[in-house]
C-alpha cells in the first residue's frame, strides 16, 4: 500500500493548498454578495439609465470567463501600471464573478416575494425603503440561500483556476508535488477527494434547504 504512505506525507501540503482555496472562497463571497445585492437591486431600478446600466454591468460580468478575468487582473491590470499579488487578483476576479452571477439569483429571488404583501405594506402606509428593509429583502434572501450555497460551491471549485496565476492552492500544491515526484494520477487522486470531501456534505446540505423551501413556498402560496 505504497500509495497510503505518500498519501500521508503529501497530505499536509495539500492540506495546506485546500485551506487557502477556502479562504478564497469566503473572501470572494463576503466582497462578492453585498455586490450582487447591489445590482440585484439596481437592475430592477424604475430609472432607465441605472437600469440598462446595471444589466450591461451584469452581463459583461456574466458572459467573461473567470479565467479570463483573473489573467486580466494578473496579467493585464501591470500594463496600466496597477500590480496586484496573485492571492488579491484571485479574491478580485471571483469576487467580480461572485457579484455578477448572484446578482440574477438574487433578483430571482426578491422577485418571487408574493405582490400580496408588498400591497398590504402599502396599504398600512409603510415606505418603500420600509417594504424593503423588512419584507422583501428578508424573504427573497431565505427564497436565494439554497441557489446561493449551490453557487458558493462552484467558486470553490473555480478556486482551482487560481493555479494559473500561481496561486499556491490545492490543485496548485498537487501539480507541484506531481512534476517532482512524476507521479500524477496518485496525487491528483488524493487533491480530488480533498475537493470531495467539501463539495459533496455541500451538496446534500443544498439539496435538503431546496426541499425544506419547495415546501415552504408551497405554503405560502
Known amino acids: 500500500m505504497s500509495f497510503l ?3 500521508s506525507a503529501w497530505f499536509p501540503t495539500l492540506l ?4 487557502l482555496s477556502l479562504q478564497i472562497t469566503a473572501i470572494s463571497l463576503i466582497a462578492g454578495l453585498p455586490l450582487g445585492l447591489v445590482l440585484a437591486l439596481l437592475t430592477s431600478s424604475r430609472l432607465r ?3 440598462i446600466i446595471s444589466i450591461a454591468v451584469v452581463e459583461i460580468g456574466r458572459g467573461a470567463p473567470a479565467l479570463v478575468v483573473l489573467q486580466l487582473f494578473y496579467f493585464g491590470l501591470p500594463s496600466a501600471g496597477i500590480t496586484l499579488s496573485s492571492f488579491v487578483s484571485a479574491c478580485v476576479a471571483l469576487a467580480l464573478t ?6 440574477e439569483i438574487l433578483r430571482a429571488g426578491l ?3 408574493p405582490a400580496g404583501e408588498t400591497e398590504a405594506c402599502e396599504t398600512l402606509g409603510v415606505s418603500p425603503r420600509d417594504t424593503l428593509r423588512f419584507v422583501v429583502l428578508p424573504q427573497g434572501l431565505r427564497i436565494a440561500l439554497p441557489a446561493l450555497m449551490g453557487f458558493a460551491i462552484i467558486i470553490f471549485q473555480a478556486t482551482s483556476l487560481t493555479f494559473t496565476i500561481a496561486v499556491p492552492e490545492l490543485l496548485s500544491q498537487a501539480y507541484s ?4 515526484t512524476f507521479n500524477y494520477l496518485s496525487v491528483l487522486s488524493l487533491a480530488g477527494l480533498m475537493y470531495a470531501v467539501i463539495t459533496i456534505p455541500a451538496s446534500w446540505l443544498v439539496g435538503g434547504m431546496e426541499k425544506r423551501m419547495s415546501r415552504h413556498l408551497a405554503h405560502v402560496h
Not at 16 to 19: A, S
Open 5 to 7: 504512505t505518500d498519501w
Open 98 to 103: 461572485t457579484a455578477a452571477y448572484t446578482s
Open 16 to 19: 495546506n493548498g485546500l485551506l
Open 177 to 180: 508535488i506531481g512534476s517532482s
Open 49 to 51: 439609465a441605472v437600469r
Open 111 to 113: 422577485q418571487a416575494v
